[in-house]
């Protein structure tokens, strides 16, 4: 049981390149949430997804795309990376009884 | 609408004493608070929970935090600070929407812990 893990941990991209995070869980759960974390803004919700096949915006989804082909992954995907998202990217796992989120390690992702 | 905030950015005590941070919220229903704390390059681990249940909840290593619904707030409390409390704690908001469980985040409180 490894709880929530994210692919990659680090990596730096160029203004314009795209690139997908990985996030996994194998603890069945049908809510899978991606956040960012800037310093001093504590965490922002750029994307949720209720169900396999289902994704919706959060507060911050604009250059971003999610999908939600298997229950397991939420990919959170940048088609044109802009320095604005540089940031660490954390995706939870959510139990609804008892509720509770489970954080994966976050992936720090730099954009020059 | 929902928000948190955490009144102090950063919060220095020496080893041995007490720990108090604070966060005050508001929301339109009944809401979930927790508290959420972050150790340098680590991710978020959960350190309590309240969920309308007992008002004083008590958490992972030695921490508690008190529901006070009169004066919308969710204090994180420790009695004696130890160095591997220095981290970042984030208050955190939730309530039910078509979405499932919103959660709004508070900026953070980094603590500081001096020998």
């Known amino acids: 049981n490894a709880g929530v893990t994210q692919t990659p941990k680090f990596r730096v991209l160029k203004t314009g390149q795209s690139m997908t995070l990985l996030c996994a869980q194998d603890?069945?759960?049908?809510?899978m949430y991606w956040y960012r974390q800037d310093p001093g803004m504590g965490l922002r919700l750029i994307h949720y997804?209720?169900?396999?096949?289902?994704?919706a915006k959060g507060e911050v989804p604009d250059g971003y795309n999610v999908s939600r082909l298997k229950k397991q992954n939420f990919l959170l995907g940048l088609e044109s990376a802009a320095p604005s998202q540089t940031s660490v990217y954390f995706c939870?796992?959510?139990?609804?009884?008892?509720?509770?989120?489970?954080f994966g390690p976050g992936t720090r992702l730099t954009v020059t | 609408a929902q928000s948190v905030t955490q009144l102090d950015s950063h919060v220095s005590v020496s080893e041995g004493t007490p720990v108090l941070l604070r966060c005050n919220y508001s929301?339109?229903?009944?809401?979930?608070l927790f508290w959420y704390v972050q150790h340098p390059n680590k991710g978020l681990q959960l350190l309590l929970k309240?969920?309308?249940?007992?008002?004083l909840v008590k958490g992972i290593n030695g921490f508690e935090a008190e529901f006070k619904k009169s004066e919308t707030s969710f204090h994180l409390t420790k009695p004696s600070a130890h160095m591997s409390d220095a981290a970042e704690y984030f208050c955190?908001?939730?309530?039910?929407?078509?979405?499932?469980?919103?959660?709004?985040f508070g900026t953070g409180t980094q603590l500081k812990v001096e020998l």
């Open positions: 939870a796992s959510i139990r609804t009884i008892p509720y509770e989120q489970y």
């Open positions: 603890m069945n759960h049908e809510y």
């Open positions: 997804s209720v169900g396999e096949g289902t994704t």
């Open positions: 929301s339109s229903y009944s809401p979930s």
């Open positions: 309240y969920t309308s249940a007992a008002t």
């Open positions: 955190v908001v939730s309530e039910v929407t078509g979405g499932g469980n919103k959660l709004t």
